[in-house]
């Protein structure tokens, strides 16, 4: 396997202390959550999606584990501004708060508050079972790039997470792009839903979710690897990876870093596995494979 030479990782305005990032959503509800998986090998740590007003989320069940991933439905669960205070311990740290809202205004207040406090922001754009949120926005090219430079105008890193449930993902990332964008997060979580025959209902509470883990890794791999082609600001993969191989796979689609999500449901350790795999003294620079399989 292609290893890593482990030199210094600056990706999208953020300075990261090695290619792995924890995911949006994953044990990024606290302070000491996220503190626990930098300490465990991730190179930064994404948190809980933030918006403008508290939510208690969809009624359980929420998640739904199946042989080949996870069935999701959570509803952007979120305690808003009152999060602020419960990374401020985290000020130095790779952090990226990723934030939702209805509207550009809505986005770049949610922004504001975490000006000066986080390394970066992550724009959710692409939640697929959140009402008014999430892809309901990231669908529209308009709509996104509005978004996006509500809070990229600010100066602050911003990070735009891209949903796979489209027609055209490079027309989304190309707003993305034009709007300011450090970055580009590709992909949230396939549009699923599973259905129990034992109690002839579906698994989830809100009925429709999103799906994640290793089922979706080559859905990934296809859209980093188009977006590569359509824009110039980095890309960071993210669905299903859970190996050392997958990263080196989604970086030579043309990813520059990825996220790491399900993997963590498996094994918590899941970083320092990878990272003790992955990078070595002898190993290649990063660049080098970034984006080869293009030709």
């Known amino acids: ?43 930064g740590v994404v948190t809980k999606s933030i918006g403008p007003h508290p939510k208690e989320g969809h009624s359980g069940p929420c998640l739904v584990v199946l042989e080949d991933g996870l069935l999701n439905a959570m509803g952007l669960p979120n305690p808003s501004k009152e999060f602020v205070d419960e990374i401020a311990t985290l000020a130095k740290k790779p952090v ?25 922001i992550e724009l959710n754009l692409s939640c697929p079972h959140a009402e008014g949120y999430g892809s309901a926005i990231g669908t529209d090219p308009a709509l996104v790039e509005a978004c ?96 050392a191989d997958n990263v080196v796979e989604m970086m030579m689609s043309g990813a520059q870093a990825v996220e790491i999500g399900s993997a963590v449901f498996d094994d918590v350790k899941v970083f320092g596995t990878i990272r003790d795999s992955l990078y070595a003294k002898d190993g290649i620079p990063a660049k080098d494979i970034v984006g080869c399989a293009h030709g």
């Open 96 to 120: 990226i708060v990723s934030i939702f809202g209805g509207n550009p205004e809505e986005f770049a207040e949610v922004a504001g508050w975490f000006a000066g406090r986080v390394a970066g």
């Open 148 to 243: 996006t430079r509500a809070v990229s105008k600010s100066g602050i890193p911003t990070w735009v997470k891209l949903t796979p449930n489209v027609t055209d993902i490079t027309a989304i990332g190309k707003a993305a792009e034009k709007g300011g964008a450090s970055a580009i997060v590709a992909i949230n979580t396939v549009k699923a839903m599973r259905i129990s025959t034992g109690i002839r209902r579906p698994m989830l509470g809100n009925r429709y979710g999103g799906l994640s883990g290793s089922a979706v890794f080559p859905i990934a791999v296809r859209c980093v690897y188009e977006l590569y082609d359509a824009v110039k600001i980095p890309i960071i993969g993210c669905g299903g990876v859970s190996t």
């Open 1 to 43: 396997m292609v290893t890593i030479r482990p030199d210094p990782v600056h990706v999208g305005g953020v300075a990261l202390e090695n290619h792995l990032l924890l995911a949006a959503g994953v044990l990024g509800t606290t302070g000491a959550s996220l503190l626990r998986m930098l300490n465990l090998g991730a190179g």
